[in-house]
């Protein structure tokens, strides 16, 4: 017994978690089928979401080669592989940026979503419209807005839609211009022909007009970036509805970022060759001029030629010239050069005088730098703030860089100025000798010089012009590629997991339920059940029977059922329970109304009769009298006539159909029955059934709802306290054990009635078909006690 008891689950733990699994599987098993069902329902309207993935590679080898326009290898000029690796976190942030993903909006027409409105779902469809849509001007209310769209004829379309909570209904014509004060569009017919018509008619279409942002806000939240492995790739992931769309938004914009990537590149090389064009003009018009004085010298002057000292002179004199022209060309340069990095001007606005007329190749280098450098701080601007600490790091780089410039710069205008001086000496030095040739001669020889310095000036401005354009052809991207966009399939939603997940809830909550069930309405079902609930006596158990609501004595129906054998042992019970006295008045009481007090009385009192015994049923419940119906039994005296002096005792008391048993009803019902009960004539009612009866059952109002047991209670030897399966709880049994402890009520006990046969004891003796036996006592806490007495 002992070890019983210290084990940590027992065999009526067991038994108690089989019978409320017996009781409940069913809740557990409904709700997870319920859930299930709205797992499907719920995964089958979600849209499948695909994923489409691309991959491309920064900064290839792919360039070309070719001397650009100041003499120097072009590659060199934006050779950034041989520098450090670019920040990859920064081209990640330019592809996710707003105005690359707008222009690829753009590109691809996205304004106008379609879809096709199913039983359960809409789905949205893409390139398989039998029309498309063009919008050309709309209300801007009406943007994200479902619209919806039936064919109505081969020729004639009907749309609907709401606008401040009211619906317009207006009707179209196919490749016309639909013109409202709301919308102007025109719908084109692709594929509807008389052929499907009639089928397409029946499908309810609906489109959607969507703003650029809107669609830029969307595709911003669907794209992914990623540098695998700190690699030069970078891995384009975009998750949509439709696994085509996702392929070719990222086709469009992968090209418009390797465009975009040139772009800067070939504005340079669009402003340097704009900036020839302008000064080979300006030198044809001076050519033409000096053409035209020339012609006129000489026919006005009849010279026909010059000798040939003279020729040397304006010779010499004329490569001078063109040395103090380069000089002051070089000498404007310089003086642009030095506004643009005084004034801090923008990138694009990079003098491209620069690059065509200087030689220096440290010059150069550094003002290559110091366009490089900006231009990656317009980069990292694109993804960040002017605090981020790699755009602070290039400011004080160009910074520090434009310092060197300057005073660069200033010393080489000082070393071209002392050059231009040296030249202008020379210059004057031909000039005086000169003099002496003749001056016809020598007016026509300074014309000459001045034609030739400028024809030389055109030549090498063409020849600019020529490698300005080869070079153009050589920029190629510096993005490559290597993975056209291709679909991975679908992503979300994972439709087995959110089953299972909503498996797993519809058990849980079906545990919860079973639970609360338990704990506030579950019932006590067996005296398994009641025996661990309570340390009470029980006295027996009362099998369940649909023979009651027909016949109210069933014990006097069949002497040999299941039911009345419980109350013989109910009997047996009984009479250990109050062998100390002769006549022995027993109260039956009940928490609830309905719990079966009235049959467990006139049932018990037919049995002790039926051995032998006088017994009197005194039907004290005088609120709602059932002693009568049971017995089918009436009287117009009773328990209210003697309380009120009217009649005697004796005279009230009438013999039933039963042998040994008598009744003493309730008598009529009166209006104040609790303040009757307190009577002092009631002791006279016991007084004379104590002696002349050996047994009185004492039939009363249920206690939970009216307290005249309580006021019985003193007049008897024992109370038994009737629990119905139906009803019986936790809360009543510890009702129960606070009524014994503060009434100190002796010789309690529980009465379970209406017990299925399986959960009885008398199972194994009824549910096999073996009749009853007898041995009375068993285990209640009478049976053994008397055998040990």
Known sequence: MSNKKNTIIDLDDLRMLYRIFYKNWYIVLLCAVFFGGISYIYTYKMPNVYQAQAQILLKTNDQVNEENIIGEDFGSKYNWWNQSSIDNTTEMRVIQSYDLIEKAVRRMNLDVSYSIIGRIKKTEVYNNMPFTIKIYNLNPTLYEKSISLKIKDLNTFQIVYEKEGKEYTKKGVFN?????????????NHTITSDNVSSLSNIDYQFVIHSVSTLVNKFQTAINVENPNNTNILKIELED???ERAKEFLDTLTQVY??????????VNANTLKYIEKQMTEVVDVLAGIEDTMQGYKETRTILDLGKEQEDYFDKMSEYDKQRSNFNLQMGALNALENYIIEDKDPQFLPPSVYVVSDDAFLKQSVTELYDLQMKVNERLVGSTVSNFSVQEFEQQIQSLKKNLLVYINNSKKAIKENIANVESQISFYISNIKTIPKKQRELLSIERNFDVN????LFLLEKKSNTIIARAGILPEIKVIETARSMGVVRPNKRKIFYYFLIVGVIVGLII?????MLFHTIESLAELKGLTKLPIVGEILFTSDASQNYIVVDKDSKSAITESFRGLRTNLQYMVSDVDSRVILVTSYNPGEGKTFCSVNLATIIAKSDKKVLIIELDLHKPKVQKALNMSSEFGVTTILIGKTEVKDSILATPVGNLDVLLAGPVPP???ELIMSHRLNSIFEYARANYDYVIV?????GLITDALIIMKHVDALLFVLNTKFAKKQIIATAEELVESNKVRNFGFVMNGVKLKRSRYYYNYGYGYGYGYGYGYGYGYGEKSKRK
């Open 176 to 188: 016309k211009e639909f013109v409202d004060t709301d919308i102007q569009m025109v719908i084109t």
């Open 258 to 267: 390797i465009e975009n990537s040139v772009k800067t590149r070939m504005d």
């Open 514 to 518: 079973v639970f609360v069930r338990t």
């Open 455 to 458: 024809q030389k000036m055109y």
């Open 699 to 703: 039939d009363t109002a249920p206690i």
């Open 672 to 674: 104040n029955a609790s």
């Open 241 to 243: 509805v439709i696994a």
